[in-house]
RNA sequence: GGUCCCUUCGUCUAUCGGUUAGGACGCCAGAUUUUCAAUCUGGAGAGAGGGGUUCGACUCCCCUAGGGACUGCCA
């Protein structure tokens, strides 16, 4: 189900006379149309390639991923690339890249915006040809002034071209858009409500620059048109350009989409997120541990959210999200809270695909690791994962099982070592030596028999004992440190220390 | 300057005219204890201010204050 346009008699006879003037030549919109989905919803991502994928912009991505997947719709990604000049091949591959780790992908071909140029064209042709645009030669120091002029009077600014009827095409001038000059737009926004604007207040924008290409503003009404794009959810900062869009929508005969203006995230002091606040790109928070799931947990509640409910997985979020439910305040991020979501998901998370992850965390560190460093994450992950945070938490608790023998022993282990306790200790390594099996509940129960054998509390040689396996890393119980160590390191380390 | 948006514990949020204003993170205290965490129990902690409307406002309206966005031939 295509949402085509209820145009007017007078802007659809335009229209189809126009089509056939550029006829086969031209891109059409139909071969951008996404295919008809169960519940007809399209949303889009459209990020610009300026830079890498910021932490806002991922969660703007996020609920049009989210709301496309509730509805039973389609999420379509667009690079907005019509600024050739500040658009790099490096920032597409950063973004992709941070989408890619997120999971957000698209459910049709990535279109990138410059490539689209002629079907730009094409409609502010349309536009020019329908009087809803006009040429103008303002030069660039006529429209400082006249802007200067028109902000000391509390008003939007005009082109004296506007109601032009002559002027030198050989002469390099953009086309503008014609806005009404009277009435108002209303932007019926499903998170701010109705939004009204006076038509005065709306300025002409610029749709061809002087070099005839397409601006943002144009590109963007063309292009979720073409798309079939049914609901644009993006940041409140576009919430001013929607009344200019929409009024683009209709000069162009052409319904207007469903629009989702949604705060932006702020830093921890409540100042727009830069980088004195820390990590902003998605790849930084990969680096600092977080995963992917911890992370759309964490940033679905950041503005949003469904009753009590805190920790929730994907099929949970899909099922319960709602643009309508979107909060309307900007939301600060807080690292505190981001951690706890991650540390539940990470708690959740595979062992064999944590070993993976803490392992290259700990290559990508730079630690000198011993060549069976993956056999020993491996267990060790199982008795860890319950405390750490992020994944070089992870590795940070694994590694006291990393350490290679001979351990260097901390002084306060040392004095623990008195000739009462290494001679108890080694009784206990005899004990641990014939358990039948050397994991963590048998080891517990063996702990627990020689301490009662022995007649001590485990204060006795507790302390001694996780000082020798360890060398003074934290580690967890006694019980799981030694089945992370497996037997042979166990006694190993032992036999060091009690020689 | 103009237009527009926003405002519940420190933070994220619930509440959609009637609640002791709930939950989560963090914080504090206690429990546990063989380190660091984790875990468990308890606690402190909020409707920006002022007017209305109403029998009754966090909830609806207005004003003020504060924060933010836009006001580009950037997106």
Redesign the pocket.
Known sequence: MLRRAAPSRSALALRFAFLDAISASSPTDSKLMSNPTSSGVVTRFAP?PTGFLHIGGARTALFNWLYARHTGGKFLIRV?D??RE?STEAAVAAIFEGLNWLGLESDAEVVFQHTRAPRHVEAVQEMLAAGRAYRCW???EE?EVA?EKA?AE????RSPWRDATDGDLSVPH?IRFKGPLDGETVVDDMV??P????NI?L?D??LL???GAP???LAVVVDDHDMGVTHVIRG??????AARQSLIYKALGWDVPAFAHIP?IHGPD???LSKRHGAQAVGEFADLGYIPEGMRNYLA?????H??D?VFNDEQAISWFDVA?V??????L?W??L??INAQHLRKADDARLTELALAAAEKRGESLPADARERIARTVPEVK??AKTILELVDHCAFALKTRPLALEEKTQKQLTEETVERLKRLREQLASVASFDAPTLETALKTFAESEDV???KF??AL?GILTGGA??????KTMAALAREESLGRLDDALA
């Open positions: 610009s907005e019509t600024d500040r303002m030069t660039v429209l802007r902000r509390g008003r939007a600014i953009v701010k409500g939004v009204t604007f006076r207040e300025d924008l610029v620059r002087a070099d601006t943002y503003n409140d900062d576009h919430l001013n350009n932006l409540g100042a727009k509640r950041l503005g949003w959210g009753g009590d805190e439910d909060v309307k305040a900007p939301a600060r807080d505190a809270k951690n706890h319950e405390g509390g485990f204060g507790g302390p996780r934290p580690a967890p119980d006694l019980n």
